[in-house]
T-cell receptor
Framework: DQQVKQNSPSLSVQEGRISILNCDYTNSMFDYFLWYKKYPAEGPTFLISISSIKDKNEDGRFTVFLNKSAKHLSLHIVPSQPGDSAVYFC????????????FGTGTRLKVLA | IAGITQAPTSQILAAGRRMTLRCTQDMRHNAMYWYRQDLGLGLRLIHY???????GKGEVPDGYSVSRANTDDFPLTLASAVPSQTSVYFCASSQGLLNKQFFGPGTRLTVL
């Protein structure tokens, strides 16, 4: 049973436009969420995180929104750049000290120049 | 060394052989993790360690073992490799639970 779901395997966006990547989770114990970006043949790198006490966190061109009632989070990239083309993973964990991050299956973003 | 290193970069292994994937970090992070990445399945946690001397099971621990004798090293051992263990393996570390994980470059393992 997939506790963290990224239902869109891929997304194509024109350069300069907004990219919206979605993530849904089923476990109500999850209260800390992260997004990672992964280029081919490299390890994932951290992008942005959000705690359940907030509904929005912003870092430059990247904003993460959290809707706890819908168990849904989204990553907005504005404006999108060709260098943003990568696979994006969302991850979730409960803050109860288990150290068990659960990752989604990833969304491949392609930003078209 | 800067960050996390993994060795080997890639390996082709005969089924039934024993294999240890190495992971070393120089950031003095207390927590370390092993994930496998498979197409369509994302990253799945194999084992983790909260601190030196302790380990825990992740989502897919069967067929794998780990040890954490010190802060820096977290080797992953496949006692008797099977073809279903063909995957890309990533090691990661973090300072505490609510902190970002730093990932190594990965080890591509093929079991024939």
């Amino acid at each position: 049973d997939q506790q963290v779901k990224q239902n869109s395997p891929s997304l194509s966006v024109q350069e300069g436009r907004i990219s919206i990547l979605n993530c849904d989770y089923t476990n109500s114990m999850f209260d800390y969420f992260l997004w990672y970006k992964k280029y081919p043949a490299e390890g994932p790198t951290f992008l942005i995180s959000i705690s359940s006490i907030k509904d929005k966190n912003e870092d430059g061109r990247f904003t993460v929104f959290l809707n706890k009632s819908a168990k849904h989070l989204s990553l907005h990239i504005v404006p999108s750049q060709p260098g943003d083309s990568a696979v994006y993973f969302c991850a979730a964990t409960p803050t109860s000290g288990t150290y068990k991050y659960i990752f989604g299956t990833g969304t491949r973003l392609k930003v078209l120049a | 060394i800067a960050g996390i290193t993994q060795a080997p970069t890639s390996q082709i292994l005969a089924a039934g052989r024993r294999m240890t994937l190495r992971c070393t970090q120089d950031m003095r992070h207390n927590a370390m993790y092993w994930y496998r990445q498979d197409l369509g399945l994302g990253l799945r946690l194999i084992h983790y360690s909260n601190t030196a001397g302790t380990t825990g099971k992740g989502e897919v621990p069967d067929g794998y073992s780990v040890s954490r004798a010190n802060t820096d090293d977290f080797p992953l051992t496949l006692a008797s490799a099977v073809p279903s263990q063909t995957s890309v393996y990533f090691c990661a570390s973090s300072q505490g639970l609510l902190n970002k994980q730093f990932f190594g470059p990965g080890t591509r393992l093929t079991v024939l």
